[in-house]
T-cell receptor, first 115, second 115 residues
Framework: AQSVTQLDSHVSVSEGTPVLLRCNYSSSYSPSLFWYVQHPNKGLQLLLK??????LVKGINGFEAEFKKSETSFHLTKPSAHMSDAAEYFCVVTANSNSGYALNFGKGTSLLVTP | KAGVTQTPRYLIKTRGQQVTLSCSPISGHRSVSWYQQTPGQGLQFLFEYFSETQRNKGNFPGRFSGRQFSNSRSEMNVSTLELGDSALYLC??????????????FGPGTRLTVT
């Protein structure tokens, strides 16, 4: 079985402060992990992906995520939040298993950035 | 390069009717996946088409079906619409099939309202 849990449904930060969006996963197989962002009334945009290369992954707009196998986590961070970062963020885990390909989206974390 | 396009963007249907949504992937992309997004259930995977064949399927009833054409364009059909089918339907394209672990590029979605 495979699943992904985004630990916070809402996160609020002040502009210029660090952002931490938490994601835990479970997978019996070697997973690929992704973070996507969705701005209001828009489709999803890929921020970054992990596919068993370097454990620290750098993405667009200053975001990065660290794959920690021992903690089964893939948290998304950014050193300094910008107003334009306010959006919904989704953690996604995919894996090939004996029963086929599986893909799971987290429930999403809504990021609010205050002035 | 043009992004993923979906038509129509908004649709209102009555219970019991059927609906067809269309998706044109990024040029050169051969995989098209469909997702349903609702406030209650979040993002759920419907199915993936690659080279005109359904490769993966989520846990949705048979009322939801799709197909892919030789130019990789895809259509999704929902028959006998129910109120619970009201959702944002997102299409995503990928260079190769999802099992390859590649990222997906999402369209803006079709907002379906069933009355």
């Amino acid at each position: 079985a495979q699943s992904v849990t985004q630990l916070d449904s809402h996160v609020s930060v002040s502009e210029g402060t660090p952002v931490l969006l938490r994601c835990n996963y479970s997978s019996s197989y070697s997973p690929s992990l992704f973070w996507y962002v969705q701005h209001p009334n828009k489709g999803l945009q890929l921020l970054l992906k992990y596919t068993s290369a370097a454990t620290l992954v750098k993405g667009i707009n200053g975001f990065e995520a660290e794959f920690k196998k021992s903690e089964t986590s893939f948290h998304l961070t950014k050193p300094s939040a910008h107003m334009s970062d306010a959006a919904e963020y989704f953690c996604v885990v995919t894996a090939n298993s004996n029963s086929g390909y599986a893909l799971n989206f987290g429930k999403g974390t809504s990021l609010l950035v205050t002035p | 390069k043009a992004g993923v396009t979906q038509t129509p963007r908004y649709l209102i249907k009555t219970r019991g009717q059927q609906v067809t949504l269309s998706c044109s992937p990024i040029s050169g992309h051969r995989s098209v996946s469909w997702y349903q997004q609702t406030p209650g259930q979040g993002l759920q995977f419907l199915f993936e088409y690659f080279s005109e064949t359904q490769r993966n399927k989520g846990n949705f009833p048979g009322r939801f079906s799709g197909r892919q054409f030789s130019n990789s364009r895809s259509e999704m059909n929902v028959s006998t619409l129910e109120l619970g089918d009201s959702a944002l339907y997102l299409c995503a394209s990928s260079l190769v099939e999802l099992a390859g672990g590649h990222e997906q590029y999402f369209g803006p979605g079709t907002r379906l309202t069933v009355t």
